[in-house]
């Protein structure tokens, strides 16, 4: 995203007095360290760009406080890295990019105020910073590195300056102005949940990383792409609904986009088309993945390390092949459409004799009949206007408000659920349903 420049040509003069002294010297640039013992406070002096801290080192056992002086523009990668007991930076106005990894590891820093001139966050510059609380992201800045603030446990949200022209807080989350890229998720954010917005289309490379509170993710179905390592290492994430109410889904999910998470099972989404090296690796408690058939890439590693009975799910030669080429055991499901809405069924919609079975409550409520079920004579029952819809189990009779048709598959009870024909029960309310065996896709029109 590209954000308006205007703005950039407000920034104060001595800002732009800072920008000329740095491009005469900035690689060469001679910093002057002074400690006060009684403030613990170790000041650094000069012009340009700070790219050696060797002075500081000295300092380190004793300092709690680092004051860079005005005239310093940029500060180098690395340069800060594992700060020791250092708890407070203060940097100046002029004061332009943060290079990446220039403030990681630093355990013990608690506060940093960025000035209104900062335009750079480079990557990793705040990794494992676990006491820094407060975050303020100021006007001018318009580049946030991969990984800025990973692992800042403390950060429970994030505050972005309503001047700043790239950016923007939502609920202390990241996203671009326009709010179609989630930028970044605080690591210390202690919602259990978290529902995308919708609108979100890109969540970007490893925006969710390392938080270890949630648990369950809401990702809509305006997602089209979910980044390499969106998801890394959030090592309690158990539950990844992808919203489908029209027929889409994210086009790709990046590569290690999940790994390490603790799902059971993940549902992609029909239109996802490709899913990327090691996207599930290391997901050690899931056991099922159902995936559609316009997946046509997967990349290697994408299940390695997952629970030992995995089981994948799906339709087409191609999730066949990937299935025997990995050795693991495969189940040709089918899905299912209303409208232009994929209903998710808690079991896989498979096809036998030639019917699509689906299981009875999902099928009947999403067609909008209430359920009723008896355990005595083993029959389902839905009614909608004034119709009445009945199967028993091992029956080949479906019975429309006493008159009955003959089904090509019998009611059955799997696994503890009970699975109808799907075509049946929706003709049976005047819906209209068609076959695509080329996608192993029901799509079922109402009305």
């Known amino acids: ?18 920008v000329m002294i740095a491009s005469f010297g900035a690689f060469a640039a001679e910093m002057k360290w002074t400690y006060d013992e009684a403030a613990k406070t170790v000041s650094v002096k000069g012009y340009g760009m ?28 690395n340069v800060f890295s594992s700060l020791g007991n ?46 820094l609380t407060n975050v303020t992201i100021p006007e001018n800045v318009s580049s946030i590195g991969v990984n800025a603030f990973a692992n800042c446990v403390s950060v429970n949200e994030f505050n972005v300056s309503n001047d700043n022209e790239c950016f923007a807080a939502v609920d202390g989350v990241i996203f671009t102005k326009d709010k179609k890229e989630l930028v970044m998720y605080p690591a210390g954010k202690e919602d259990e949940k978290y529902i995308i917005p919708d609108g979100t289309e890109k969540i970007r490379e490893k925006a969710f990383a390392y938080n270890e509170n949630l648990k369950k993710a809401v ?48 549902f992609i989404p029909f239109g996802t088309e490709t899913i990327g090296d090691g996207a599930f690796k290391n997901c050690d408690a899931l056991t099922y993945a159902d995936i559609p058939w316009t997946v046509k890439s997967i990349g290697s590693d994408a299940f390695y390390g997952v629970g030992d009975s995995i089981k ?88 429309k408000n006493g008159l009955g048709k003959e089904l090509s598959a019998p009611a059955v009870i799997e696994n503890g659920r009970t699975l109808v024909h799907a075509r049946a029960i929706a003709e049976a309310f005047g819906a209209d349903v068609l076959w695509n065996g080329e996608k192993g896709l029901v799509t079922i029109r109402i009305g």
């Open 312 to 399: 994948i799910s799906g339709f087409g030669s191609f999730l066949r092949s990937f299935a025997e080429e990995n050795n693991v055991p495969f189940l040709e499901s089918v899905r299912v459409m209303i409208g232009e809405k994929e209903i998710r069924f808690d079991c896989a919609a498979t096809v036998r004799n030639g019917c699509t079975m689906v299981p009875m409550r999902k099928i009947f409520e999403e067609l909008g009949a209430e359920v009723s079920w008896n355990g005595e004579t083993q029959t389902a029952s839905g009614a909608k206007n004034g119709d009445i819809c009945t199967v028993t189990i091992g029956d080949n009779m479906i019975y």
């Open 219 to 266: 990702i809509p179905e305006s997602v089209n792409e979910i980044g390499n390592y969106a998801f890394y290492c959030c090592n309690d994430l158990k539950n990844v609904d992808f919203k489908t109410d029209r027929q889409s889904g994210p086009k790709s999910v990046g590569n290690y986009a999940f790994y390490g998470c603790r799902m059971k099972s993940v």
């Open 86 to 131: 250092i708890e407070e930076v203060k940097l100046p106005e002029g004061l332009m990019s943060i290079g990446d990894n220039s403030f990681n590891l630093s355990s013990e820093l608690k506060t940093v105020v960025f000035p209104k001139t900062l335009e750079t966050i480079g990557a990793e510059a705040f990794m494992g910073c676990g006491s």
């Open 1 to 18: 995203m590209k954000c308006n420049p205007v703005k950039k040509a407000a920034v104060c003069i001595a800002a732009a007095l800072s």
């Open 50 to 77: 700070i790219n050696d801290a060797a002075e500081l080192t000295k300092y380190l056992n004793d300092a709690k406080i680092i004051d860079v002086q005005r005239g310093v523009t940029k500060i180098d990668r």
